[in-house]
């Protein structure tokens, strides 16, 4: 990907989207090296509010292009640092309530978004729910403000994948989601789908469709709203093809089939794998105009991983092997690249797991226990002061289970 400069580091603040960035690491070198200038300036001027409001803007940057590289503890770790930076000069340099709020709001939303990317789901809704408060707090809600509430209820109404299977087995009713829900939709309405904010509007409209879409009981209504949001995101690329947001959005409704629940028939698995597909296309869209992406990655991954299931269920073994062995080789440019991230080392040896399986099935016994040992060696390499997360825990029960007598 080519080297950004500084000209290309946008700090406007009404540039929301996520994906709007060429998420390139010289980028966020650039940015990283501009944080310690914005200090000692906020410093040596402490009556100077734009100096501290562009360096939580350009610390909301950097937070974005970090997760974007998965490089999430990083970009907590900014987040929390822009935090605590508006909350020591931001009133001592005299910045404005409405603009000190309205940052506390972008914040604490972005800090929700990567906590839940981290699964740590208490502290995701904590700082969806900061947000909510610090938009009490504002004297004058204008369509910035209001984008951003909408945003925070959004984002608790529709919680990642991990924590609705753990509601679900908890036998929670999503009676306070939908009550999120039916609010931002109330806020989104009163939105236009114009100017930089567009993007974004449009990919929280669709999101609350999906989320509705997942809490209906009744087949038809399910499929209704599915394919309002779905809708939604045709018509925003008709006009923007280029929005990333909404093709990124596009990519992730089509490819979030729970394999598990909604898939019991022959047809049914027909139609999942051509979503699946229809999926991976619109990913190669936008892996050719990003091909180094890592969030790109992870999706393609996720999908090859549920059609080689599809796969294996109508006993397609080599089908599902080829999936596997083109989702491993990606999953292995993400580990190499950070060696760090236990998501990116949990999810390997996840599919490495799968893999076993598959050959095993084939009547490949050397293949199989090599697959075994190889998501062990991945479980084993995950440093001690990690080994607590949640996601490792679960992954090694997984793995153990596989590879115990």
């Given at each position: ?234 018509q925003r690329l008709d ?32 139609e999942a794998a051509a ?24 999706s393609e991954v996720h ?103």
């Open positions: 990907m080519p080297a950004s400069s500084i000209s290309d580091v946008s700090l406007d603040e009404s540039a929301a989207s996520t994906y709007s960035l060429n998420p390139s690491p010289h980028t966020a070198q650039v940015l990283q090296s501009i944080q310690p200038l914005y200090e000692r300036l906020s410093q040596q001027s402490p009556t100077r509010p734009d100096i501290v409001a562009q360096m939580i803007r350009a610390t909301i940057r950097l937070a974005l292009i970090q997760r974007q590289l998965g490089q999430t503890s990083d970009a907590i770790e900014s987040l929390e640092h822009g935090i605590d930076v508006l909350r020591r000069r931001g009133e001592t340099a005299g910045l404005a309530n409405d603009e000190s709020q309205l940052l506390m709001m972008r914040l604490q939303n972005e800090l929700g978004d990567v906590y839940a990317v981290e699964l740590r789901f208490d502290e995701s809704e904590q700082a969806f729910e900061t947000a909510l408060s610090a938009a009490s707090d504002l004297g004058v809600t204008d369509s910035e403000a209001v984008l951003q509430l909408a945003r925070a209820h959004v984002g608790l109404g529709d919680p990642p994948p991990q924590r609705r299977r753990i509601e679900s087995q908890e036998n929670k009713l999503p009676r306070e989601r939908r009550l999120h829900l039916r609010t931002a939709v109330e806020l989104l309405d009163t939105l236009h789908e114009t100017g930089n904010s567009a993007s974004l509007v449009t990919t929280l409209r669709a999101r609350v469709r999906l989320a509705q879409s997942r809490i209906e009981k009744r087949p038809a209504a399910k499929r209704a709203r599915f394919n309002d949001a779905i809708e939604i995101l045709r006009v923007a093809p280029s929005d990333i947001a909404a093709r990124y959005t596009l990519v992730e409704a089509l490819a979030a089939v729970n394999l598990r629940r909604e898939v019991q028939t022959k047809l049914q698995r027909s979503r699946l597909r229809e999926a991976l296309a619109e990913l190669q869209t936008l892996k050719q105009q990003f091909p180094d992406t890592p969030i790109f990655g992870v999908i090859r991983h549920k059609l080689s299931n599809l796969a294996k269920t109508e006993q397609e073994y080599d089908e599902a092997n080829q999936q596997l062995q083109k989702a491993i080789a990606i999953q292995s440019t993400l580990v190499n690249a950070t060696p760090e991230n236990i998501s990116h080392r949990c999810w390997r040896a996840l599919l490495y797991r799968s893999l076993a399986e598959v050959c095993d099935l084939q009547g490949n016994q050397d293949a199989a226990d090599e697959a075994v040992a190889n998501a062990v060696a991945d479980i084993e390499t995950i440093a001690p002061a990690d080994s607590d997360h949640p996601f490792v825990v679960q992954t090694r029960q997984i793995i153990e289970a596989l590879s115990s007598p």
